[in-house]
């Protein structure tokens, strides 16, 4: 089954303490921090202290991705306060390898994003050296976004590719995910979907979660 990651982008940042404590109970399986500069994407959001203090749930992870440029400047910072996961995208840093390992040795799970256009070639060589691939299904910076159709072919063609190498990789989208279209992704070879407004944006967050999981 497929696991849904709500991005706080989407909650509400007057209750964000009791807004993650509601969305864990209705069932998300990860937080997601979407962390943007207004550089490398068109639009600023928060930084690694905005999580610091807030309350861990036991099997629930922080996934951070780092929508910023030169991510070795600051990766430190986001292993201090707690992350469980980072994701560097693949365009923003030259060594890709060096802050991966950094990232691993600095206790959390080192992942790789891509934006949309970015060919998965740019992977090949590191595929076996992460934990995660996150797949931006939208141009990143900004929520509400519909899911490019060509996507779910570079969804299938990753699938194979972790596949046929038999690795533990796993594959995460982010953008436009919907119940409508979650099913698919799933279908598709993911196996995380984060969720802004999909979760955030509607009244009932168990049932929301539900309608993404099809369950």
Known sequence: ???????????????????????????????????????????????????????????????????IVEPE????????NGVDRISIHVESTIHLQRLLQVIR?????PAVAL????????????????????????????GG?????????KIRKLRKMIDEKELSVKIEVDGGVYPGNSAELAKAGVDIAVAGSAVFGQPDYEKAIKDLKHV
């Open 105 to 109: 040795d600095g206790g959390a799970k």
């Open 1 to 67: 089954m497929i696991k849904i990651a709500p991005s706080i982008l989407s909650a509400s940042f007057n209750h964000l303490e009791a807004e993650i404590e509601n969305v864990v109970k209705a069932g998300a399986d990860i937080i997601h921090l979407d962390i943007m500069d207004g550089v490398f994407v068109p639009n600023i959001t928060f930084g690694p202290l905005i999580f610091k203090d807030l309350p861990r749930h036991e099997g629930v992870e922080f996934d951070a991705h780092l929508m």
């Open 145 to 153: 976004q519909a899911l490019l159709p060509a996507m779910f072919g």
């Open 115 to 142: 934006n949309p256009s970015t060919p998965l070639s740019s992977v090949e060589w590191i595929i076996e050296d992460v934990d995660m691939i996150l797949l931006m299904t939208v141009n990143p910076g900004f």
């Open 73 to 80: 400047k600051h990766v430190n910072s986001f292993l201090e």
